[in-house]
């Protein structure tokens, strides 16, 4: 992984865990929804601590430890149809003021569980910049800063004119990757014709850093999490 910025880790899930974990991710979002949350149909957040995960957090922190090592538990989400554009995962800590993600042995990263499989029509997973994980300085920042927003289209379609991988998940994969990494959300032209679900859980390797990271998130709204 150290070359790319991610790891596709094959067949972690078996089908029964698909579907359970569909059926939760759609009751949680129901809950969300009856409530009145303004985002309740894009993020449900805190997943393995509100939801009937438990032995999906244990593989979560498993696969982790497969790819890159002993890191720890940071947070988690369930996530429909949220199609991010081009960003770095420490996008949102710089905007904010933040720079830890700058430190030497800073390393964050995301295990990415997509409920369906990654189609250029329809989307439903995760296209990577590989390798820009080694620069961390992220050229979303400046456009955040200056436009006081995510990345519009004119920088999207600029960042998707250069080479990138589209990564071919199933239903039944992981995807490991450095939050330092460029991606964004894969999308096609038959992207809204069914739901799509991410669980996603963040990891550290150090404990400081996690702290510093969950200092930042409390001060996030839903509207706000990138």
Not at 101 to 113: L, T
Not at 166 to 175: G, N, P, Y
Not at 190 to 205: D, H, N, T
């Amino acid at each position: 992984m150290n070359d790319l910025g991610f790891a596709l880790v094959k067949e972690a899930f078996i089908a029964e865990e698909v579907t359970y974990a569909r059926t939760v991710a759609e009751r949680c979002f129901d809950l969300e929804e009856s409530s009145g949350s303004r985002d309740g149909h894009v993020l449900f957040l805190n997943a393995f601590e509100r939801a009937p995960l438990e032995s999906i957090a244990d593989r979560f922190s498993k696969i982790v430890q497969a790819v890159v090592g002993d890191y720890f538990y940071v947070h988690s989400s369930i996530q429909k149809n949220k199609w991010s554009p081009w960003h770095k995962d420490t996008d949102g800590q710089e905007v904010a003021g933040h720079r830890f993600h700058y430190d030497e042995g800073f390393s964050m990263v995301q295990c990415a569980w997509y409920l369906q499989g990654n189609s250029l029509d329809k989307g439903g997973g995760l296209d990577i910049l590989p390798g820009t994980h080694r620069d961390v300085s992220s050229p979303f920042v400046a456009f955040h800063l200056e436009h006081g927003g995510r990345p519009h289209t004119g920088l999207d379609l600029e960042v998707s004119s250069k080479k990138y991988g589209f990564v071919e998940s199933t239903e039944r994969d992981a995807v490991v990757f450095e939050t330092k990494l460029s991606h964004r959300g894969s999308f096609g032209p038959g992207a809204q014709l069914v739901p799509k679900f991410l669980v996603i859980a963040l990891f550290s390797k150090t404990l400081e850093h996690r702290e510093q990271y969950l200092e930042f998130y409390k001060t996030l709204s839903q509207g706000d999490y990138l």
